[in-house]
């Protein structure tokens, strides 16, 4: 089960720290991932990271303004964003799929296996 949290609304340029709380089974060596949906458009990727390593991927488009860290301890997964502007409006979800394939299929949602329920984020211009 993955359940998100950390969302809210914001004024342009504000920060966020959403977090995602991975339970009932062990996510090693899964893959985290975060994902955003806005109205009317498709669930597009944001960011991914491996449990068990430290490799990250990125949206060209966010990386810079966005960080994904872990907390393996904690089980827990961290989505931070800075400088968050208004088209960044969206649910932001968290998800989970096997260490196994190629990176580039962490960037497709379909790949994962587990979703949370998503986090509403509104920024304010």
């Known amino acids: 089960q993955l359940v998100e949290s950390g969302g809210g609304l914001v004024q342009a340029g504000d920060s966020l720290r959403l977090s995602c709380v991975a339970s009932?089974?062990?996510?090693?060596?899964?893959?985290m991932g975060w994902f955003r949906q806005a109205p009317g458009k498709e669930r597009e990727f944001v960011a991914a990271?491996?449990?068990?390593?430290?490799?990250?991927y990125y949206t060209d488009s966010m990386e810079g303004r966005f960080t994904i860290s872990r907390d393996n301890a904690g089980n827990t997964v961290y989505l931070q964003m800075n400088n968050l502007k208004p088209e960044d409006t969206a649910v932001y979800y968290c998800?989970?799929?096997?260490?196994?394939?190629?990176?580039?299929?962490?960037?497709?949602?379909?790949?994962?296996?587990?979703w949370g329920q998503g986090t509403q984020v509104t920024v304010s211009s």
């Open positions: 990271i491996r449990w068990s390593g430290d490799n990250t």
């Open positions: 009932g089974r062990t996510f090693s060596p899964y893959v």
């Open positions: 998800a989970a799929r096997g260490n196994y394939g190629s990176a580039w299929q962490y960037y497709l949602p379909n790949s994962y296996d587990y």
